[in-house]
């Protein structure tokens, strides 16, 4: 089986948020911590529209979380702001038209534009309320999980939600190839 990859965009989006949230001390730490190999492919060789190994995103989502001393908050920080500096630049006027529950039902296609690993579907939806289910997720750990969770709520909030809140139900550390999350919202 082939090592599961990311787009380079994801990668991009997090520096670029990491930046903002914590300032650029904070990820010169986390590229130094990553050694030289890692940090030169992430400031030399990542472009948006590439493929990278899903290893390499793990390995700076921890060089982040710790040089930023902040935990599991910051990596929910991070997805959030990701998600709202990538729609800023090609999404928010599409986002804003659509309600919630629509842009749920377009998730699955939007979350493979940035894994080649696992499928998103939303076993459960209405007004307000969702299940999602992601499946066949390799190489995810519990950075990833909630980087990308908090980054699903933070779509939600710009598709116009308010009060999101968000559980797992199943799922969701290291080593979980399915996750499911359970979603409220106004």
Same mark, same amino acid.
């Given at each position: ?84 500096? *990538? ?25 493979? @534009?940035?894994? *080649? ?10 007004? =307000? ?21 908090? =980054? ?17 139900? @199943? ?6 190839? *399915? ?8």
């Amino acid at each position: 089986m082939a090592e599961p990859r990311v787009k380079g965009v994801a990668f991009r989006s997090v520096l670029g948020a990491a930046d903002a949230l914590a300032g650029p001390e904070v990820v010169a730490a986390a590229l130094h911590a990553l050694g030289p190999d890692d940090a030169n492919m992430l400031q030399l060789e990542v472009v948006p529209i590439g493929w990278y190994p899903l290893a390499l995103y793990r390995r700076l989502l921890a060089s982040l979380e710790g040089a930023s001393g902040r935990g599991d908050a910051f990596l929910r920080e991070l997805g959030a702001a990701s998600v709202d500096r *990538d729609i800023k630049t090609v999404y928010r006027v599409f986002f804003r038209v659509l309600s919630p529950e629509t842009v749920l039902g377009l998730s699955g296609k939007f979350f493979n @534009q940035y894994y *080649d690993t696992g499928t998103l579907s939303v076993a459960e939806r209405g007004r =307000g309320f969702a299940r999602i289910e992601y499946r066949g997720c390799e190489g995810f750990d519990r950075r990833v999980w909630s980087e990308l969770l908090a =980054g699903a709520e933070a779509t939600l909030r710009i598709a116009g939600a308010r009060s999101v809140r968000s559980r797992v139900l @199943q799922g969701g550390g290291d080593g979980d190839i *399915d996750t499911t999350i359970e979603g409220t919202w106004e």
